[in-house]
C-alpha cells in the first residue's frame, strides 16, 4: 500500500513498492519536487529530490537518499552529507535492514521521546485487564472530511479500567446531535434543539436545553426534562419523569409535573406525584397511588382547574375541589374531604375527618363518622295552642358534628343574639337565663315539680300562679294575685277564637254594640205585636160586627102555630162574615125563651152564643 501525503497530487507516486509512503510535494517526481520511485515504507517530508526508499528507510528532508534516517532542517544539501544545522542518525542498517538510533529521554514539552518513554506511557493507561476488541475492517471508513482508511488490519485488544464499564450493543441508527452543543447517546437518539441533550433508545430532546433520558422519551418544549421510558413532557419547562409519565402545560402560562410511573398532569401548574396518579385541569394537583384530580373523577374525564386529590386512592372531582387522604373523595365543584375515606358527593361539600360524609349540596360534616341529611326547614312551633313563627325558616344545607347514636356535645359556643329575626346559635347561659325567667312564673303540672316565686302558691292540678302572692287554688285555672290582691292584666290583645281571653275595649264594644242591636230588635218587636194586635183587633170587630149583624136578624117576627121556632140568619161586617142560628120557645103567651149561636171568620174558634127569655104583660 503506498499512501501519498503531501501537496502534491495524491497518487502520483510512481514505481515504489507496497506499502511505501511518501510524505511531500509532488510524490513520484512528475512536477519536478519531490519523489518516491523505489523502496518500500518510504517517508520524505519536505524533501525534493529522493529515489530510493528500501524497506524500512526514512529519508526525511531535502534530498535525503539512502537507506538512513536523516532530518534536515533548513538544509540544500545534494550529497546527503549534512550541514552545520543537520542532525543525521544511522545506525550501520542496511538497506534491506532496518537500523537502530538511541535517543535521550526527552524533557521538555517538545522534547523528543525514545521508545521507553513511549511503553511506559501506554503502560499507565492501558495496564487493566479488559479487553477490547476491533475486528477486522475490511470496508472502507470515512474517517473526516473524505479521508479514507479502506483496512484496519488485524485484531487489537485494549485494556482500560476507567472505561471498563462502559459498552453498547445496538444495530439501531446513529444518534444525531443537530443543534448547537447538543448531545445525543443511543441508537436513533436525536437532539435538535440548541444544548439539547437525549440519550436513550429513540430518545428525542426536540426544544432548547431539554434533556430527555429513556428509551422513546420526548421533550418538545424549551426546558423540559422527560426521564423514563416513554415519558413525554410537551410544553415549555414541563417535567414528566417516570415509566410512560406524561406531561402537558400551557406555554406562556403555565408548566406541568408528572413524577411517577403512568402520571399524567394537563394544564397550567397541574401536577400529578404518584403511581399513577391524574391531575387534569390549571392549578391541580394530584399525589399519591391512584390519585385523581380531574372534573369528573375519570382518566378521560375534562378539566377541573385547581383540584387537589392527595392520598391513597385519593380523587377531587369537579373544580376548585380538594381531596385529602386515603380515598377520600369529592364528587362535584368546590368540594372538600379531609381523611380516611372521607366523602364530599356534592357541590361545595364539605367533609372533615375519618369517614365523615356530606350527603347534599353545600352540607358540612364535622368529626369522625359525621353524616349529614337533608335540611328540614321548621318555620315555627305551636306550645299550649299558641303558635310561634321563626326566622330561617328556608334552609339550604345542614351542618352535622355526629351521625344517629354517635352524637357530640358542641362547647365553647359564643352567645347568640336574641331577636325575632336572629339566627344565631345560643349557648347554655342564654337557656339559663331563660330558665330563670320560667321559674319567675309559679306552675304546678300533674307529675312535675317546679320551683315557684316565693309567695306565689299554685295548689290547683294543673294550674298556674303569676306573681308574687298569686294564688291559683282550682284546677285548670291561671292566677294573677289572690282574693283581696287582685292584679289587673294588661296590654291583653283582642280574642279571636270564642275561648280566648277578652280585654276591655272588645268589652266594652260589644256591650255598645249589644244595647243597641236590643233595642233596635225591641223596637221592631213591638212594632211587629201592634201591628199584629191592630190587625187581630180590627179584624175581631169585624168579626163582632157581622156576628151582631147575623143575630139580629134572628129575632122571631111572627109567632108560629106551635110554641118553638128556629131561625138562622147571616151577617157581613168590616170585609168579615158571620153565621147565626136560634130557638124560640114559647112557655107560654107572655113567656118567650131563646137561645143563638153564632161563628165569625175572623179567626179560629171565633163562635158566640147567647140565651135569653122575653116576658110579656
Known sequence: ?????????????????????????????????????????????????????????????????????????DSHSSSGSADPNMVRYNNGGTSESPGTVTVADGVNGKDAVNVDQLNDGMSNTLNNANSYTDSKVNESINIANNYTDTKLGDAYNYTDEKTKYFKANSTEPDAIAKGVDAIAVGGGAIASGDRAIAGGLNAEAVGDDSVVFGANAKGTGTGTVAVGSGAQASKDGDVAMGYGAVAEGVTGVGSAVAIGAGNRASGAGAVAIGDPSIATGTGTVAMGFNAIATADGTATGGAADGAVAIGNESIATGQGSVAMGNKSTTGAAGGVAIGDTARALHANGIALGTGATANNANDV???????????????????????????????????????????????????????????????????????????????????????????????????????????????????????????????????????????????QGLVRSGTQEAVQQSNAYTDRQIQALDSKTKKDMAGVGALAMASSALVPNARAEGNTSISMAAGEYGGQAAIAAGVNYYASNQVLLNAKVGVTSAGPSKVGFAIGATFGF
Open 1 to 73: 500500500m503506498c499512501q501519498n501525503l503531501g501537496t502534491g497530487a495524491p497518487g502520483a507516486s510512481t514505481g515504489s513498492p507496497l506499502e511505501s509512503t511518501a510524505l511531500g510535494w509532488d510524490q513520484g517526481g512528475e512536477n519536478g519536487g519531490a519523489g518516491i520511485t523505489t523502496g518500500r515504507l518510504g517517508f520524505i517530508a519536505g524533501a525534493d529530490t529522493s529515489t530510493q526508499c528500501p524497506t524500512g528507510s526514512y529519508a526525511v528532508g531535502y534530498a535525503a537518499t539512502t537507506a538512513e534516517l536523516q532530518a534536515l532542517m
Open 365 to 507: 360534616a364535622l368529626g369522625a363518622g359525621s353524616t349529614t341529611a337533608a335540611a328540614v326547614a321548621t318555620t315555627g312551633a305551636t306550645i299550649n295552642s299558641t303558635t310561634y313563627t321563626f326566622a330561617g325558616t328556608a334552609p339550604t344545607s345542614t351542618i352535622s358534628v355526629g351521625a344517629e347514636g354517635a352524637e357530640r356535645t358542641v362547647t365553647n359556643v359564643a352567645a347568640g343574639r336574641l331577636s325575632a329575626t336572629s339566627t344565631d346559635a345560643v349557648n347554655g347561659s342564654q337557656l339559663n337565663a331563660t330558665n330563670q325567667a320560667v321559674n319567675a312564673i309559679g306552675v304546678n303540672i300533674t307529675g312535675n315539680n317546679s320551683n315557684n316565686l316565693p309567695g306565689a302558691q299554685a295548689p290547683g292540678e294543673n294550674s298556674v300562679a303569676i306573681g308574687p302572692g298569686s294564688v291559683a287554688d282550682r284546677n285548670n285555672t291561671v292566677s294573677f294575685g289572690s282574693p283581696g290582691a287582685e292584679r289587673q292584666l294588661t296590654n291583653v290583645a283582642p280574642g279571636v277564637n270564642s275561648t280566648d281571653a277578652a280585654n276591655l275595649g272588645q268589652v
